[in-house]
């Protein structure tokens, strides 16, 4: 069965500092890979993807991921953490066409 | 062009009741899917309608159910509702609900049975 794990339910980071929230994955096949942010009382927006190519993918807001194959992983960075960054992050993938799996889950907190 | 619109945003109910949630999608849309989430299970997918028909579904009880009209609008019904039921319920939809397209989500309805 597709899974996707996060392993952190909860990231702190100092402004200005880089950030990771962490994903890993297990999948058949081709993975094609999502992270999505919730901003309180709202729905699940979109930041990236990765389907194919390079593995460094560049989203929305200044969010970047990076897609490792031999360590099934799918790590979100970003270069230098906002405070309006602070939020819901979930990693996904699709397990069939149009199902979607998502992570359980990482908040993002950056203090000032 | 509109978002996903999701109707009501707020809704409590009773235990025993019934609730329909509606959902439309942006226009040229035809997939539509429906998630749980909760505090202790997460997001959790409910079901997926395309072009009239449910292409997938997850693991709910039959209590749970839903159908898309010609215009790809949405509704999911739960019938006998429980405590349980509680939850931000989300739809998403996309162009043609394929494995490399991103979703894009409505801002929920969120239901408390009590």
């Known amino acids: 069965a597709q899974s996707v794990a996060q392993p952190e339910d909860q990231v702190n980071v100092a402004e200005g500092n880089p950030l990771t929230v962490k994903c890993t994955y297990s999948v058949s096949g081709n993975p094609y890979l999502f992270w999505y942010v919730q901003y309180p009382n709202r729905g699940l927006q979109f930041l990236l993807k990765y389907i194919t190519g390079d593995n460094l993918v560049k989203g929305s807001y200044g969010f970047e991921a990076e897609f490792n194959k031999s360590q099934t992983s799918f790590h979100l960075k970003k270069p230098s953490a906002l405070v309006s960054d602070s939020a819901l992050y979930f990693c996904?993938?699709?397990?069939?066409?149009?199902?979607?799996?998502f992570g359980s889950g990482t908040r993002l907190s950056i203090r000032p | 062009k509109a978002g996903v619109t999701q109707t009501p945003r707020y809704l409590i109910k009773t235990r025993g009741q019934q609730v329909t949630l509606s959902c439309s999608p942006i226009s040229g849309h035809r997939s539509v899917s429906w998630y749980q989430q909760t505090p202790g299970q997460g997001l959790q997918f409910l079901f997926e309608y395309f072009s009239e028909t449910q292409r997938n579904k997850g693991n709910f009880p039959g209590r749970f159910s839903g159908r898309q009209f010609s215009n790809s609008r949405s509704e999911m019904n739960v019938s006998t509702l429980e405590l349980g039921d509680s939850a931000l319920y989300l739809c998403?939809?996309?162009?043609?609900?394929?494995?490399?397209?991103?979703?894009?989500f409505g801002q929920g309805t969120r239901l408390t049975v009590v």
């Open positions: 998403a939809s996309s162009p043609v609900g394929q494995v490399n397209t991103e979703a894009f």
């Open positions: 996904a993938s699709y397990s069939s066409a149009s199902k979607i799996i």
